[in-house]
Every structure is written in structure tokens, then in C-alpha cells.
């Protein structure tokens, strides 16, 4: 079956990096697009930002953008966030996301999610 696993979150200082990684697996990894969320305390989760499926276009939100950096390796069906400057507001949990159409029913699928701090 489908599996996302994120590692990578941590507690880092205002002004730090951390890199997030998602390890896929169950899915013809190269043929998706990939995306990855955050939720925020008491929040609804929010688009961070979406790779294509070959890694030739990316967007990101605008809270993020030129701060974070997403992509993916798909001889490793993985795909990273690299978080630059962070910022206390950056403090979520993040979710690597994608999803597949199937007989015209949409399959979206979560990881578990990890843990990003920003705090000194």
C-alpha cells in the first residue's frame, strides 16, 4: 500500500535551516506529483509547496517562497523540503502529500507527519 514517511523536523533557532525528507513507497513514485503541508496549532492545513512529477516546476506559497526550497529524487522515491531563514511562524507540524486518480476516484494520501520548531 501507499506509505509516506517524513523525517527531518526538529526544534531549530529563528534564522536556522532543517531539511525534511519524505520516503515513498507502494506507488510508481516518478509518475506523481508531490506536495508538502503544514498545520499549525489550531489551524487548517495549508499548501507549503508542490514539485511535478519529473521536478521541472515547482510553486510555492507565498509565506515560504524564497526561504524554502522543494525536490524530489526519484531514483530514491523521495522528496525533500529544504527550510532556509526560518522564522517562529514556520513552527507546524509538515505532511508530505500526493494523490492519485483511479477509475475516476481520487486517492489522496498522508504521512504521519514531523514535527518543525522554530524557537530560541
Known amino acids: 500500500q501507499v506509505q509516506l514517511v517524513e523525517s527531518g523536523g526538529g526544534l531549530v533557532q529563528p534564522g536556522g535551516s532543517l531539511r525534511l525528507s519524505c520516503a515513498a513507497s507502494?506507488?510508481?513514485?516518478?509518475?506523481?506529483?508531490m506536495r508538502w503541508y503544514l498545520q499549525a496549532p489550531g489551524k487548517e492545513r495549508e499548501l507549503v509547496a508542490h514539485i511535478s512529477s519529473a521536478g521541472e516546476s515547482t510553486n510555492y506559497a507565498d509565506s515560504v517562497q524564497g526561504r524554502f526550497t522543494i525536490s524530489r529524487d526519484n531514483d530514491k522515491n523521495t522528496v525533500y523540503l529544504q527550510m532556509n531563514s526560518l522564522k517562529p511562524e514556520d513552527t507546524a507540524v509538515y505532511y508530505c502529500n500526493t494523490y492519485r486518480t483511479v477509475n475516476d476516484k481520487r486517492y489522496v494520501y498522508w504521512g504521519q507527519g514531523t514535527q518543525v520548531t522554530v524557537s530560541s
Open positions: 507502494g506507488f510508481t513514485f516518478r509518475l506523481y506529483a
